[in-house]
């Protein structure tokens, strides 16, 4: 029963994995920028929520009502201000200035808020579970954390295959100098699509915060694991993002379940089986290549 | 309705167009004609706006355009079939043909009237454009353009690489979208269509204009020697 329970513990711990890695699958889909400040923006975004809640007095969830859409406005401005100049001067100038955003990130967070270890509180849901049989439960913050996965990724499916600007957003990652002659201003496209993905991340950076410490420091080692869920689901599949999200999650479970130190190793090794054995992801169609 | 003067374009030191002229009245045809490399496809991104000249004006109805993006032109009307036809691989036909109509003008062109204009595209849909031949990769192009309800249709190459039969198709579909009232503005490396489709032609030779004159009054010497510059 501990492996059963091991393996579902790690499909839901896979959903937050999941909704992490959503917005470095969307800017890499759209844009081909790799965000290297992804795990650093999330711990930003955690910070924020820390902020507010020092001040205020506010439950975790009510922070996510400023800190979703002030993290997506940052996004919309970075996308314009920084990294449309970077496009400009080629693949590899906006991946430099990712790497610089996420040093001055670091730095910055020390400034403000020191090196400690930080919590969000999670409150009664962080602590109530669902008993499922005598000897299997899961707590409802996991639970909560899978299911807005799901919806985030359902949404976005959704929006990206129904309506006319998701129609746009997709057609700018085939060919961005053809939907200028549609009438279709591919800076602006770039820039919803950032804030999209910052948004996404700061839900999950919140999220993560109610699950465990951060600091400011631990960005790239978070950033590791957006990256992990994203190649093993396959790139540019939104549903591949979930199901990487889901292995890696196991993985680790399932890690820690031999020995607690091999939780994070596990994980590791299965993102290098499948880059070995499926390069082109678990989920990416037939033929498709890496 | 559209006029461009004395339009010089460069790709960095190469200079591929000089000092060209050009007008379209209102519900006219016109070709532009030359050997390869003579700069006629230079001269219809240069219009679109996805080349920015190095000198000269281009106004459209009035509206001086050359400062303006690609982007900006098209919701004015300025609508191009590139070269290529250039269609989305990951969005299906239907989808490509929906983005025309994304930032284009009101008017009479709507999905149906485009699908009665292509019948054969009505089977594919829901094909992802990737899956296309030639001629109905070419019929969504110019459907997708036609959705924007255009003022000025420019369309670029549109036989390349066709079997005569389907480009004698897509060719027959032209005679409907003049009468819809749009302007046309057509390059064409087979002269015998050109000459055929348009009211009236003009030979770019070298990026400079070698020849401009009615199509039913022109010789084929005229064009053999605006064409080659013998």
């Known amino acids: 029963m501990t492996w059963v329970n091991a393996v579902l513990q790690g499909i839901l711990l896979g959903g937050l994995y999941a909704l992490f890695a959503t917005g470095l699958s969307l800017m890499f889909g759209v844009m081909r920028i790799v965000n290297l400040a992804?795990?650093?923006?999330?711990?930003?975004?955690?910070?924020?929520?820390f902020a507010l809640i020092d001040a205020f007095a506010?439950?975790?969830?009510v922070t996510l009502i400023v800190v979703v859409p002030a993290m997506a406005v940052l996004g919309y401005l970075v996308q314009r201000l920084l990294l449309e100049r970077g496009l400009r001067a080629g693949?590899?100038?906006?991946?430099?200035?990712?790497?610089?955003?996420?040093v001055v990130l670091q730095n910055a967070l020390l400034e403000a808020f020191s090196p400690d270890s930080r919590a969000l509180p999670a409150g009664a849901l962080g602590t109530a579970s669902l008993q499922l049989t005598e000897s299997l439960s899961v707590g409802w913050f996991a639970v909560l954390c899978l299911g807005l996965a799901v919806a985030v990724l359902a949404g976005l499916q959704l929006f990206l295959a129904r309506t006319a600007f998701g129609r746009a957003m997709r057609a700018t990652s085939d060919d961005r100098e053809t939907v200028q002659l549609l009438g279709i201003d591919q800076r602006q496209v770039y820039a919803v699509a950032t804030a999209i993905a910052?948004?996404?991340l700061a839900l999950a950076g919140v999220l993560f915060g109610m699950r465990?410490?951060?600091?400011?420091?631990?960005?790239?080692?978070?950033?590791?694991?957006?990256?992990?869920?994203?190649?093993?689901?396959g790139l540019g599949s939104l549903w591949g993002t979930l199901a990487g999200g889901v292995v890696l999650g196991v993985a680790q479970t399932v890690?820690?379940?031999?020995?607690?130190a091999y939780a994070v190793l596990a994980g590791h090794l299965v993102f290098l089986a499948v880059l070995v054995l499926r390069p082109q992801g678990i989920l990416a169609p037939a033929g498709s290549r890496p | 309705m559209i006029s461009v003067t004395s339009l010089d374009v460069r790709y960095g030191d190469a200079q591929?167009?000089?000092?060209?002229d050009l007008s379209v009245a209102e519900g006219e045809t016109l070709a532009v004609i030359g050997a390869n490399g003579a700069g006629k496809s230079t001269l219809l991104k240069a219009i679109a706006g996805a080349l920015r000249p190095a000198r000269g004006r281009i106004v459209l109805d009035g509206r001086d355009v050359t400062g303006l993006p690609a982007h900006r032109r098209y919701p004015l009307g300025i609508a191009l079939v590139p070269e290529g036809r250039r269609l989305f691989p990951s969005l299906t036909v239907e989808e490509n043909l929906r983005l025309g109509s994304y930032r284009g003008r009101p008017g009479p062109w709507r999905l149906d009237r485009v699908y009665e204009l292509f019948p054969h595209l009505v089977a594919l849909r829901r094909r992802s454009a990737a899956l296309l031949s030639g001629g109905e990769a070419q019929a969504v192009a110019i459907g997708r353009a036609l959705l924007g309800n255009p003022r000025l249709l420019l369309l670029d190459e549109v036989s390349l690489g066709l079997a005569p039969i389907v480009v004698r198709q897509l060719y027959a579909a032209l005679p409907t979208v003049i009468g819809a009232g749009t302007t046309v503005l057509i390059v064409e490396q087979d002269v015998g269509l050109a000459l055929a489709a348009a009211d009236r032609v003009q030979c770019l030779l070298e990026?400079?204009?070698a020849l401009e004159a009615p199509s039913a009054e022109v010789t084929r010497e005229a064009v053999t020697r605006a064409y080659f510059g013998v």
């Open chain 1, 38 to 49: 992804h795990g650093d923006l999330s711990v930003l975004a955690a910070f924020l929520a």
């Open chain 1, 58 to 61: 506010l439950s975790s969830f």
């Open chain 1, 91 to 102: 693949p590899l100038a906006p991946l430099v200035v990712t790497f610089g955003l996420s």
């Open chain 1, 198 to 200: 910052f948004a996404t």
């Open chain 1, 212 to 233: 465990t410490t951060f600091d400011p420091s631990i960005g790239p080692a978070r950033l590791i694991f957006a990256f992990e869920a994203v190649i093993i689901g």
């Open chain 1, 255 to 260: 890690g820690a379940q031999i020995s607690p």
């Open chain 2, 16 to 20: 591929v167009l000089f000092g060209v």
């Open chain 2, 207 to 209: 990026g400079r204009v």
